[in-house]
């Protein structure tokens, strides 16, 4: 079945380090999407990508890196600059950024600082 | 700014029972309006997605309907079920050239008793 794998389910970061996060689609989708989930909050954008080797920040970009050298693969770094990263990251996939398709989720992936 | 506001924030009922969501928002320009079910641990799956002509949406037990007259939006669940425990996010999108720019809701979570 299609869909979109995020990995680790659950990454712990010690202070100062960078860590990184999964996120693979086999939807042979253009557009993927990085999210931050808070308690309480809604869901908040963090980079967006909507082709190969391209990708724009969202509303919440400082402290965090993209890539996206294949279609498939979109993985998120999350580096020391990020001063409150504990949070529940969610990786999303569209067919392209047009106004009516559909996001896609996976199943997330929980940061907690040790 | 665009915005959207979810009501309640929590909500408790016994199982077989109906209740009903509420979303009004403030996104210019409008072109969709969508919700899903984020169970606990997991991504958000879509339920239902509204474009503006079109002012009710039926996926199984779960009716959405959609003013945009007054900017609100309504998820009605029949005959609730255990498993409907969730959160229920409504999401808004504005299109602006060419980009698709989603605002999302907080979530009402939804526990359903036995």
């Known amino acids: 079945d299609g869909g979109i794998t995020q990995s680790p389910k659950y990454l712990f970061r010690k202070e100062g380090q960078n860590v990184t996060l999964s996120c693979e689609q086999n939807?042979?989708?253009?557009?993927m999407y990085w999210y931050r989930q808070d308690p309480g909050q809604g869901l908040r954008l963090i980079y967006y990508s909507q082709i190969v080797n391209d990708f724009q920040k969202g509303d919440i970009a400082e402290g965090y890196s993209v890539s996206r050298e294949k279609k498939e693969s979109f993985p998120l770094t999350v580096t020391s600059a990020q001063k409150n990263p504990t949070a529940f990251y969610l990786c999303?996939?569209?067919?392209?950024?047009?106004?009516?398709?559909?996001?896609?989720f996976g199943d997330g992936t929980r940061l907690s600082i040790l | 700014k665009n915005q959207v506001e979810q009501s309640p924030q929590s909500l408790i009922i016994l199982e077989g029972k109906n209740c009903t969501l509420q979303c009004n928002y403030t996104v210019s320009p409008f072109s969709n309006l969508r919700w899903y079910k984020q169970d606990t641990g997991r991504g958000p799956v879509s339920l239902t997605i509204m474009t503006f002509s079109e002012n009710t949406k039926s996926n199984g037990r779960y009716t959405a309907t959609l003013d945009a007259d007054t900017k609100q939006s309504s998820l009605h669940i029949t005959a609730s079920q255990l498993s409907d425990s969730a959160s229920y996010i409504c999401?808004?999108?504005?299109?602006?050239?060419?980009?698709?720019?989603?605002?999302f809701g907080r979530g009402t979570s939804l526990i359903v008793h036995p």
């Open positions: 999401v808004v999108s504005s299109a602006s050239g060419g980009s698709y720019i989603p605002t």
């Open positions: 939807l042979n989708h253009d557009a």
């Open positions: 999303a996939s569209s067919p392209g950024q047009g106004a009516f398709q559909p996001q896609h």
